[in-house]
């Protein structure tokens, strides 16, 4: 084995830089090894994300009463902003790192949407979600060993709120996440660089409506890990139930408006390659000009171009 790998000379001038590749591949074929490399970047990223998540939301939740005594409490402005806070920029950073390693999903809900619409494989969807359940966990764990005093980062219903009010609320602002994750980061476009920032506004909007009145879950491995360790609520199956629908709903959506070709309705926003093609001839097209001067003069009859006029008189 020692043979097969080159020394630090031949690494400065690459000239062996497929040893260490061919070695690798040999030890581990490249399916197998691109399954562990989306299992770990989804692991790591989910736990780091949860991680950071769930010390803001705690710091938050201690300080919302006198001395953290009452953890059911509504959460006061400042609280409430910086829990959504946590939770969003948390996300932005962490898609932002692994984006290119896993793809950054960190939620089996978004996971489930990136399959409808065939971005990930239902197989590789089966492999991912254990990932994120298990970083949740450990996430959840590392909180309440780091951290003085109970896990209080569980989500519960409060204010009053019921279940069928709670179901729905999770389901819309996934549905809100989803549709983020569909237009920024699915879709190509000039500004796709920029899409873990606003899909980290998505969750901080999310957390800012619905915090107050079912935690805001918006993912179900955030409501796993802290339930396994605190303890699981009658109906902690709307954390589940919600987020799937909101992504099923937001599928819908994004689907309905590819049918409609809705890149040609607005066109020179992105200024990408489908509207080049499409919209860009027609606009160097002498026609277009005469047509869109008509329109805005107000003329009933419509235009012929000087071109066509003197062919027609000839």
Known sequence: MAADFPSPSALETGENDDVYKKTRDRMLPSSSRNALVVVVGEFCGTFMFLLLSFIGAQTAIVNNSPGGSNPNAT??????????????????????????????????????????????????????????????????????GLLPGPLRVANSLSNGTNIAQGLFLEMFLTTQLVLAVYFLAVEKHRATYLAPIGIGISVFIAHMAGTNYTGTSVNPARSFGP?????????????????????????????????????????????DDIERTIIMPLR??????????RIAAGTDEPSTPAALKDQNEQ
């Not at 298990?134 to 764990?141: D, E, H, L, N, Y």
């Not at 160097?284 to 001067?293: A, H, I, L, R, W």
């Open 75 to 144: 959460l006061l402005p400042f609280s409430l902003l910086y829990i959504a806070s946590s939770f969003g920029t948390a996300l932005a950073a962490n898609v932002w790192i692994f984006y290119r390693v896993s793809g950054g999903m960190f939620n089996p809900a978004v996971t489930l949407g990136l399959t409808l619409v065939g971005a990930v494989t239902p197989l590789r969807a089966l492999v991912i979600v254990p990932a994120q359940l298990a970083a949740s966990i450990a996430a959840s764990a590392a909180v309440m």
């Open 284 to 293: 160097n097209d002498p026609q277009y000009e005469t047509e869109t001067q």
């Open 227 to 271: 339930a396994v360790l605190t303890g699981f609520k009658s109906y902690h199956w709307i954390y589940w139930l919600g987020p799937f629908a909101g992504a099923l709903v937001a599928f819908i959506v994004y689907s309905l408006l590819k049918w409609l070709d809705y890149r040609t309705a607005n066109p020179g926003q992105d200024d």
